[in-house]
């Protein structure tokens, strides 16, 4: 896949996410985890496609990067607001939700910087794995959260 088509891909997918969580949706674990898991997917199968290329150094970079993200992630969804609405866990986006996205978008940036100093090759530095990672920080950190209120979970494909 060309940059530009996945450049697009990425952002009408990560779009698709935050407006929906904007206004608010059912907890559901295929929704909640999809998108990241593709993201990461695909970002992981780049990595490896690349691999030969690629020095031990760089999957160090990788793995450190893909901890920090998973756990800024993490941090991000506890912002996230959990509720009951029809008797079922929701989640929606808020304010604080978009601070810490700001927080985590400079700390992941200063870290990138941080390994392209060292010399990370730019194969190894996948958007997509970046943003999916983090994205299934936030995807668990909501559904734990969600599961502490012993609602239980939407159905597929539930809406209001």
């Known amino acids: ?23 608010g949706e059912p907890l559901d674990a295929r929704e909640l985890l999809g998108a990241p898991v593709i993201l990461t997917g695909v970002g ?11 020095t031990a150094a760089d999957f160090g970079w990788v793995a450190a990067g893909s901890v920090l993200g998973l756990a800024l992630g993490a941090v ?14 929701w989640h929606r986006y808020t304010g604080r939700t978009f601070l810490a996205a700001l927080g985590t978008f400079a700390l992941m ?7 392209v100093r060292a ?3 730019e194969e190894a530095r996948p ?7 983090s994205y299934l920080g936030e995807a668990l950190a909501v559904a734990v959260r969600g599961m ?5 979970f939407a159905a597929q494909g539930a809406r209001r």
């Open 44 to 54: 992981a199968w780049s990595v490896v496609q690349a691999s030969g290329h690629l």
């Open 127 to 133: 958007t997509t794995l970046s943003i999916g990672v």
């Open 1 to 23: 896949m060309n940059g530009w088509m996945t450049t697009a891909l990425i952002v009408a997918l990560v779009a698709a996410v935050v407006v929906k969580r904007l206004r």
């Open 76 to 89: 991000r969804g506890r912002t996230v607001e959990v509720f009951e609405c029809d008797g079922v866990a």
């Open 119 to 121: 010399g990370m090759h």
């Open 148 to 152: 502490g209120t012993g609602l239980p």
């Open 109 to 115: 940036a200063a870290f990138g910087y941080a390994a």
